[in-house]
């Protein structure tokens, strides 16, 4: 079995128990010991929304489907802090919430929109010192993860409404690989001279993928998953495309450069097809020789 499944992640699980419950569920069906199963972005067990699931040889295509834009629903409440910035600790109020606005924040916003240095929070999974952030935060050390660069294409207020502690709003987010949401909403509102902790997320597209099509996570029986299983292709959206012959198929398969020297092709990542429509991997062209070279590879060399 080889493709992308669209699932829709509840609160509660977390993404391995999604990885799971698809490799139980194909394992069963197949009647096979083994398959190989991945998913493609972790959405935290307080999130929810599509997270991206690849089968088989397609498990060599999550990094590149991971790499996909993706597009949140996030709601902050300000005026309230807490370590994880989300409801995992226990939140605190904090002053400052009179200064969110639907005028402030329509001021504030742009400020985050385009290529950021971002401080990943301490409950992540990012490491320090070969260590897990969360695991230390959760052993009461102090968590200084390093600022990255990341990249928001959208980021809109849908709308603003009365909280506990202060305004509560929510968000239109589109951003790339790497970004976290809860960051964003500290941010935002430490340039408002307060805090803010988000009370929910769901994530409604990965790349191609979107909410509207997944698959809910209660339905991840043998029979929907062999229903909704997207070809691997589906993995790579828009990335560009290169076919290649007889020959150059072949080289492709045993992990050969192929060669391309008349091609003036920019770098970076192509979905490689054969003449038959099937997807082969994905290549990157060589700067020098213009040489394809292969990166992943999907199908196997053929018997001679």
Known sequence: MLGVLNVYKPAGPTSRDVVGRVHAAVRRGLGVKKIKVGHAGTLDPLAEGVLGVCLGRATRLIEYLQDGRKEYRATFAFGVTS??????????PVGGSE?????SLAATLPNFIGTIAQVPPAFSAVRIDGQRAFDLARQGRDVAPEPRPVVVDRFELDRL???EHGPVGTFTITCGAGTYVRSLGRDVAAA????AVMTALTRTRV?????EDAVPFADLTFETVAARLLPPESALGDMPRVTLDGPESDAFRHGSFVPRPHTDAPPGPRAVFAADGKLLGVGRFDPVSGALRPRAVLE???SP
């Open 207 to 211: 790349g191609p993928l979107k909410l």
């Open 99 to 103: 200064n969110v606005t639907e005028t």
């Open 300 to 302: 196997p060399p053929r």
């Open 83 to 92: 370590d994880s910035l989300d409801n995992e600790t226990e939140p605190r």
């Open 192 to 195: 408002l001279g307060t805090a």
């Open 161 to 163: 409404e009365p909280g």
